[in-house]
Each structure stands twice: as C-alpha cells, then as structure tokens.
C-alpha cells in the first residue's frame, strides 16, 4: 500500500508564502488524481487543490490564484506553493490520493498524516 508523507508547514507572517510536498512510497502515476485538503480547528476538512494524472487542476475559490499544485513524477512528490498567505489558511494540510475502482465512481483513497500551516503574526 502506498504511504504519503507531507512536509513544509510552519509557521509563516501574513502575506508570506510555504511550499508543501508530499512523498508517495510508490508512482502518483497509480492514482486518478493527486490533492490537498485542510483541516481548521473545529471545521470539517475541506478540499485545497487537486490534480489529474493528465495534469488538470482544480482549486477552491478561497485559493485561487494564491495556491498552485504540481507534480513531480520522477520523485513521486506533489507540491502545494502557497502564497499571499492569511490568516485564515491557518489548519492541517493534508496529502490524498484517490484511485477510482469502478464506474459507479467509487474511490479508494489514501491520506497523509498532515502538516500544520499556521499563518500568525
């Protein structure tokens, strides 16, 4: 079974910027899509980005334009770029990949354990 593990958070002033990664123990190319979620205290995870294995992305209208998700294959890494940060993107991010195992759409997913992303001043 393939392992995620993320990397990069901290914390970070308003407007600064972070990178994530996420580490997959085996190829992303396995997966239908690559993505990142959050977690704020007390809120429901909530999708950030994905990415398809043929490179289309999606974004929450929160992050548009602030956030961009990529691809490494050769490492088996994603990233999230992070900019324009603020305080409210403060949560735990998460690294999921999603296979889907038939053509009703159901998925097989797997999560990292998180990052914590704390935008303070």
């Known amino acids: 079974q393939v392992q995620l593990v993320e990397s990069g958070g901290g914390l970070v002033q308003p407007g600064g910027s972070l990178r994530l990664s996420c580490a997959a123990s085996r190829s992303i190319f396995r997966f239908d899509r690559m993505g990142w979620y959050r977690q704020a205290p007390g809120k429901q995870r909530e999708l950030v980005a994905t990415i398809t294995n043929e490179g289309s992305r999606n974004y929450a209208d929160s992050v548009k334009g602030r956030f961009t998700i990529s691809t490494d294959s050769a490492k088996n890494t994603v990233y999230l770029q992070m900019n324009s940060l603020k305080p409210e993107d403060t949560a735990v991010y998460y690294c999921?990949?999603?296979?889907?195992?038939?053509?009703?759409?159901?998925?097989?997913?797997?999560w990292g354990q998180g990052t914590q992303v704390t935008v303070s001043s």
């Open positions: 999921s990949a999603t296979r889907v195992v038939n053509v009703e759409g159901a998925t097989y997913d797997v």
